[in-house]
């Protein structure tokens, strides 16, 4: 188990770190990168990109930006012997997208990938069943998917984010009290936050009730995680005054439109959870708290890099980034 020296220099590790992430200004510098993906590579990893055609190149890009993130997370969490499955429940994120892109490749009738940017055990043992999905996931924690999934993929994949979320929940539940900090508080906020965003997504876009939205929620029983979302309900989600009076109406700051933008929300939710992350980083120093927000400052980074990758291949223009792309953090640790 790891001793408070040990976790002291966990925290230093992470202030370090996060110093050298592509945040901030850093991010933004690579927004502004007029080149391609050639350009991209080397600009990321220092290095002459392989001679491949772009299309391999780009996967190669994308597999190499997670599996730098994954190792470096797993360098920094590896003392942290007594939270092995809070740890591998962080992990499974990747595991899940994986998953998700698994499930409309089949939808599609598509043959099975010859490559993924991410790798587990169990998505090995998917990749072998191809593209049988009840036998892909047989005896695994994913066991419940069968074909009949694929006729609604928006609720498969709502499901793996609920399974995701509760798993985390009760992995950091776990977590020995002196050494949880802030954990808790800001899965709580993360958990909340995605409830909200899935609340107003299925009024948007799928237009579903209160009662459809109950039991697309992570409800986690004896926390409040769920009525900020399904306060929503009583606004009017095209009249965004309507919101006045709902306590998260914060999250409304950079809307543009009397109409609520959902994608525009989102944003702004992740600039605030952002905000908790930083914060608890360095108000909770001797606790497991700097690890967990370290997981969530590579994920930042990660999801930046790869939109930035993605726009270089559709080419979108800089002015179309910047409208687009969220960057994450305006100072160093």
């Known amino acids: 188990m790891a ?25 933004r510098e690579l927004m502004r990168n007029p080149g391609g993906i050639a350009a991209l590579w080397k600009l ?25 993130s994954i190792s470096s997370f797993l360098r920094l969490a590896k003392p942290l012997s007594d939270s092995n499955a809070f740890i591998h429940a962080l ?77 985390l929940w009760a992995t950091a539940s776990r977590i020995p009290k002196p050494k949880i900090g802030a954990i808790l508080d800001l899965v709580r906020w993360e958990i909340a936050y995605q409830n909200v965003i899935w609340a107003l997504r299925i009024r948007r876009y799928y237009n579903m009730s209160r009662q459809d939205a109950t039991s697309m929620l992570v409800d986690i029983k004896g926390v409040d995680t769920t009525s900020l979302a399904l306060q929503t309900f009583d606004f009017d989600i095209d009249r ?32 605030d959870l952002f905000t908790m992350v930083r914060r608890a980083l360095h108000m909770h120093p001797f606790s497991y708290t700097p690890v967990f927000c370290y997981f969530k400052l590579l994920e930042y980074e990660t999801s930046l890099l790869l939109a930035v990758l993605e726009s270089a291949r559709l080419g979108v223009t800089t002015e179309q980034k910047s409208e687009y792309l969220w960057i994450p953090g305006e100072e160093t640790a």
Request: proline share 6%; net charge negative.
């Open 3 to 27: 001793d408070s020296f040990e976790i002291a220099y966990l925290y230093a590790r992470v202030c370090g770190a996060f110093s050298k992430m592509r945040l901030g200004e850093a991010g």
């Open 44 to 68: 990321y990893f220092n290095e002459e990109p392989p001679t491949i055609p772009e299309s391999k190149l780009i996967f190669e890009a994308e597999r190499k930006i997670i599996q730098r």
């Open 91 to 167: 992990i499974s994120k990747f595991e899940i997208t994986a998953i998700k892109s698994m499930l409309f490749r089949l939808r599609s009738g598509e043959p099975r990938p010859e490559e993924i940017s991410y790798t587990s055990p169990v998505i090995e043992q998917a990749l072998s069943a191809w593209p049988r999905l009840a036998d892909m996931f047989y005896d695994t924690s994913y066991a419940w998917m069968d074909n009949s999934w694929l006729d609604n993929i928006a609720l498969a994949e709502n499901k793996l984010d609920r399974q995701y979320y509760l798993d």
């Open 240 to 271: 965004l005054d309507s919101f006045d009076s709902w306590p998260l109406r914060k999250l409304l700051s950079n809307q543009t439109s009397a109409r609520l933008d959902v994608p525009v929300l989102e944003i702004r939710a992740q600039e």
